[in-house]
């Protein structure tokens, strides 16, 4: 699960508010997080490992982040690990024995110890979730292609800012880096 954070919920809200732009916020609270929720009991009932992946800054000036995370645009935004906005939204909070790494980069291997830890966990297979679908769900996508794991995209528990973005991109992950699948399908495929 990728930057389901409440910061990020939250800049959703503004921009439908603010700008009149709601497909994001109305994807994450209609679509997004109503199915990573259900994948996530099915994961926790099913005691598959579950890890959340979640961008922060260690620093409170930011400094720590990769340079494109400091960058005017969509990436501008400072998510101070330990502050509310950081936090993952209240449905999808870690339990015990989840993993959770902190990264400062849009890719969730990059810069974390996260693809050793699932070579080290045995895993060969791994289900993503969250977003921005084009851009740390993707960047964590080809990572994980690159280390060599199998990996599903659950299309209706991602989200980017756009209908247009969010299917352009799935287009040009699946099948060369990814597998594009529905919750159900994959729930279907696990069971």
């Known amino acids: 699960m990728v930057d389901v954070q409440k910061g990020f919920l939250e800049e959703a809200k503004m921009i439908k508010e603010k700008h009149g732009h709601a497909y994001l916020y109305d994807r994450l609270v209609q679509v997004t997080i109503p199915n990573i ?7 926790r009932e099913n005691k598959l490992p579950v890890v959340h992946a979640v961008i922060g800054s260690y620093r409170t000036d930011g400094k720590d982040r990769s340079p494109v995370q400091s960058r005017p645009g969509w990436n501008y935004s400072l998510q101070i690990i330990g502050t509310s906005s950081q936090e993952e939204v209240d449905e999808l909070r870690p339990l015990k024995d989840e993993i959770v790494v902190y990264k400062t980069t849009d890719s969730a291997l990059n810069g974390t110890s996260l ?3 699932l070579r080290w966990m045995g895993i ?8 921005v679908t084009d851009q740390c769900v993707a960047g964590t996508v080809r990572d994980l292609a690159d280390w060599g794991f199998i990996v599903y995209v659950v299309e209706d528990a991602t989200a980017a800012i756009s209908q247009e973005f969010h299917e352009m991109e799935l287009r040009i992950i699946n099948q060369i880096y990814a597998k594009v699948v529905s919750t159900e399908e994959i729930i279907e495929d696990l069971k």
């Open 115 to 117: 693809g050793h830890i």
């Open 124 to 131: 060969e297979h791994v289900v993503v979730t969250g977003i």
């Open 37 to 43: 929720k259900k994948l996530l009991n099915f994961f």
